[in-house]
Nanobody
Framework: QVQLVESGGGLVQAGGSLRLSCAAS????????MGWFRQAPGKERGFVAA????????NYANSVKGRFTISRDNAKDTVYLQMNSLKPEDTAVYYC?????????????????WGQGTQVTVSS
């Protein structure tokens, strides 16, 4: 398994931006597809974005398309989530995920590794 540590969460006003980072260790980072999920209070954890092992393929939830961008730097063993035009409904704990298979990330089931989460709060 790969170990994942998220950072970059915080409080931001609606319309603002944040960039989340997820640093990986323990296994070859480039062997893993990566993704971001989020869980709002009282809701189930849901898919946000995913990126293939070489960064060539990305996938987004409809609710964040055009506002969020996932990227990765395999030299730094890090995946990022750039979040622009944030809305109060984006408030959630954001989790990083890793799995060798991109479709597993997108499906959100049986993902091999999860981070501990970072809180994002968007005020209106």
């Amino acid at each position: 398994q790969v170990q994942l540590v998220e950072s970059g969460g915080g409080l931001v006003q609606a319309g603002g931006s944040l960039r989340l980072s997820c640093a990986a260790s323990g296994r070859t980072f480039s062997s893993y597809a990566m993704g971001w999920f989020r869980q709002a209070p009282g809701k189930e954890r849901g898919f946000v974005a995913a990126i293939s092992r070489n960064g060539g393929v990305t996938n987004y939830a409809n609710s964040v398309k055009g506002r969020f961008t996932i990227s990765r730097d395999n030299a730094k063993d890090t995946v990022y989530l750039q979040m622009n035009s944030l809305k109060p409904e984006d408030t959630a704990v954001y989790y990083c995920a890793a799995d060798p298979i991109l479709l597993t990330i997108v499906a959100g089931t049986s993902v091999s590794s999860w981070g501990q989460g970072t809180q994002v709060t968007v005020s209106s």
